[in-house]
């Protein structure tokens, strides 16, 4: 059984660089990815990682947010940079069983989730 872990998730000034971590267990790894959803907003793809095609972004973090996997222990990671009050969101942890492909960023193709970890940035 798969399960997703988040944490990491802060409240904090605009231009700060948390880094929040995934704990993945019972996942023979694929497509893994983050997303985030602002209330009142649908949930929005932000990045994603495969070893067949690297790593994808979302335009509004391309530059600022840095995703990895630490296949030793199984651990998803986003480092996000020069953070923004627009970045404000519940973030997940997200995996499938299939390689991302170009539908990464869409959440229903997406199997396993996490409970989420809130990001809240101020100006």
């Known amino acids: 059984q798969v399960h997703l872990v988040e944490s990491g998730g802060n409240s904090g000034q605009a231009g700060g660089s948390p880094r929040l971590p995934c704990s993945a267990s019972g996942y023979r790894r694929y497509c893994m990815g983050w997303f985030r959803q602002a209330p009142g907003n649908g949930r929005e793809g932000v990045a994603a990682i495969d070893t067949s095609a690297g790593t994808r972004y979302a335009d509004s973090v391309k530059g600022r947010f840095t995703i990895s996997v630490d296949g030793i222990k199984n651990i998803l990671y986003l480092q996000m940079n020069s953070l923004k009050p627009e970045d404000t969101a519940m973030y997940y942890c997200?995996?499938?069983?299939?390689?991302?492909?170009?539908?990464?960023?869409?959440?229903?193709?997406?199997?396993?989730w996490g409970q989420g970890t809130q990001v809240t940035v101020s100006s």
């Open positions: 997200a995996a499938d069983d299939a390689w991302c492909g170009s539908n990464w960023h869409l959440s229903p193709r997406y199997r396993y």
